[in-house]
């Protein structure tokens, strides 16, 4: 019996049993009139035909995703933006918009392996955010702390390769020591691959990567004419991955610029700027950006 149906049973119920007593009612105050009955019987189908549309709609469009799976980004790169906004618009304080946003990328993690993504890079912490109030990047950093502690069963559950990069210099001891028993503990797992950001900035990464190239040409160990792009890449922090170079990057809250991350890796990548607050980026927000990715022509700057 579909929901509709039971709310018109429900109110012919109402309806037989409430009506000889409308005399109590007005002593109540309360209207228990036939109209008010028939309203409430439309508001509440409304609202559960807006949901079933809301759940079709996504249901439909993981379908298609599906069906397009050929076409499926092998690597996805998110900007988490928006956390304190998000806080903000609730009346919350700016720690309860970053656990949101922390509690949003493991369920989105899931999302995106559960379509065929292997690997999921996550800018989580910019070198520039270390300029922000001290409150908050201790917030931050006591939020890494605890969710690698938390998340570690579920990453060897999954099986997931779990790789943080960064310059280390600035993180805690704990932190760090905590970063290297995940990496130790998930390095040996295939197929999921999440990378974190911390402490990240496209433009160290690049001039790393060059003194890297630089020191084993002095030392003799490559000849200049070595230096190419695939040299480069192997020197840069994402070498990590099976697929350095994002297909797709995704910077959520509407701002649309990449923030020194990634600068070489998203060269060819496809940009997609939503709208949404990071903790409101769900799974009909991830099923919206593959299916637009999946429209997309990637011609990495050829003719097709």
Request: hydrophobic share 40%; glycine share 6%; charged share 30%.
């Amino acid at each position: 019996m579909s929901f509709p149906i039971v709310l018109t049973f429900l109110a012919l119920i109402l309806v037989f049993f409430l009506v000889p007593g409308l005399f109590i009612s007005r002593r109540l105050r309360v209207s228990f009139s036939l109209t008010n009955i028939v309203r409430f019987i439309k508001i509440a189908t409304s609202k559960y035909d807006d949901e079933e549309e809301r759940n079709e709609k996504g249901s439909t469009m993981g379908e298609k995703v599906k069906r397009e799976r050929h076409k499926m980004p092998k690597h996805v790169a998110v900007i988490l933006d928006g956390n304190r906004h998000w806080a903000e618009k609730r009346g919350l304080g700016t720690s309860d918009g970053h656990e949101a946003g922390a509690k949003r990328l493991i369920e989105n993690a899931k999302d995106c392996f559960a379509m065929g993504t292997n690997t999921i890079s996550l800018f989580a912490f910019s070198t520039e955010n270390w300029e922000r109030p001290e409150d908050e990047v201790n917030c931050l950093m006591a939020l890494f702390e605890t969710n690698f502690k938390s998340e570690m069963p579920y990453f060897q559950r999954e099986k997931i390769k779990i790789s943080v990069i960064g310059n280390r210099s600035k993180i805690s001891e704990s932190l760090l020591s905590l970063i290297g028993e995940v990496e130790e503990a998930t390095k040996s797992y295939e197929g999921k691959h999440i990378i974190i950001a911390i402490d990240y900035s496209g433009r160290f990464d690049i001039l790393q990567a060059c003194k890297s190239l630089a020191k084993k040409a002095k030392d003799g160990l490559i000849e200049v004419e070595d230096i190419n792009e695939k040299a480069m890449e192997k020197e840069l922090m994402t070498k990590c991955s099976e697929f350095p170079n994002p297909d797709l990057l995704i910077r959520t809250s509407g701002e649309q610029r990449i923030s020194n991350f990634f600068l070489w890796q998203s060269a060819y990548s496809e940009l997609y700027f939503p709208n949404v607050l990071w903790p409101d980026f769900g799974e009909a927000e991830y099923l919206e950006a593959l299916t637009w990715y999946q429209q997309r022509q990637r011609r990495f700057g050829r003719r097709v």
